[in-house]
């Protein structure tokens, strides 16, 4: 999703429906050329591996300047100035001293903060954040959603955080996109997911949180296996992994139901026709913990 908004998927993808808008600019026809404009003046990526992303023969401020005399008309030297105040920003210490070494003097924590010092590099209002703390320890991972929150707080710059971490997305989410087999399932507030989740994958995802198997002795799972996206099955994708499937969602692809003003899902059970089933998973924090009610 999030390669598609910024055009770089491989070549021989394109786009078959629907239209792609980024800050009310439709996107969707654009070319290479009004690419590299939006690119980080307006949407910015971190992306899940920064060695990676990085390259390993360029010093770290040479990469995080390059950035910003791309898209910003400034002299070298606040160009320089602002790539150490930006590494200073993401908790890089000793940032004029390490301002000129190459990536592979840093761990992956900090490489990881470069990273993102170079996406705020250019003022982007818009920061995807791809698995940016997957290849990470988890005390490791913590600092970094804590420095995203501090970013967002400071520059007021959105941020579409990607994970299959559910730890991560109850940390730093206001709203909550679930997506199955590359469709957005369920939507709402960071409370409407986790208190009130309507859709049998969220039920499914919230159920398989290691936290609920220190008290139950036993770690859940989703049966089956995702669908060939390719091919994918006639009617809901979700169905053959759904306990709760009815008739209907092998046949037809449920709407997209509104539960409040906040609150959406796609499951044929919030039809007035469908039965009605108590929702096996129900959560409240309790001292911190997640815990099943």
């Not at 992306?47 to 390259?55: H, K, S, V, Y």
């Amino acid at each position: 999703m999030c390669q598609s908004v910024m055009h770089l998927l491989p070549p021989y993808a394109y786009i078959k429906h629907g239209t792609m808008s980024v800050c009310g600019q439709d996107i969707t026809n654009y070319t290479e050329k009004q690419m590299r404009k939006l690119r980080g003046s307006v949407v910015s990526m971190v992306f899940q591996d920064p060695l990676a992303t990085l390259n390993p023969t360029i010093p770290i401020g040479k990469q995080i300047t390059e950035a910003i005399l791309k898209h910003q008309k400034v002299s070298k030297a606040a160009a320089k100035a602002r790539a150490l105040e930006l590494l200073e920003l993401v908790g890089i210490e000793d940032a004029a001293n390490r301002f000129d070494l190459q990536p592979h003097f840093f761990s992956g924590g900090m490489r990881q903060r470069c990273v993102i010092a170079a996406a705020l590099a250019t003022n982007a209002r818009l920061l995807f954040a791809d698995e940016a703390t997957t290849a990470l320890d988890v005390t490791v991972k913590a600092k970094i959603l804590d420095l995203l929150l501090d970013i967002r707080k400071e520059t007021g710059v959105s941020i579409v955080f990607v994970t299959h971490d559910l730890g991560s997305v109850a940390r730093i989410a206001d709203r909550v996109a679930v997506m199955y087999a590359g469709k957005i399932v369920e939507l709402g507030t960071a409370e409407d997911i986790f208190y009130d989740p309507r859709h049998p994958y969220t039920w499914g995802l919230l159920s398989s949180l290691p936290a609920l198997a220190i008290e139950t002795g036993m770690l859940r799972y989703i049966p089956g296996m995702p669908p060939p996206l390719l091919y994918p099955p006639p009617g809901d994708a979700f169905a053959v992994r759904n306990e709760y499937a009815l008739a209907i969602d092998y046949e037809q692809m449920p709407p997209m139901f509104q539960i409040s003003d906040t609150h959406f899902a796609a499951t044929w059970l919030l039809d007035e026709r469908a039965p009605k089933i108590e929702p096996p998973i129900k959560l409240r924090e309790r001292s911190g913990k997640w815990t099943q009610i």
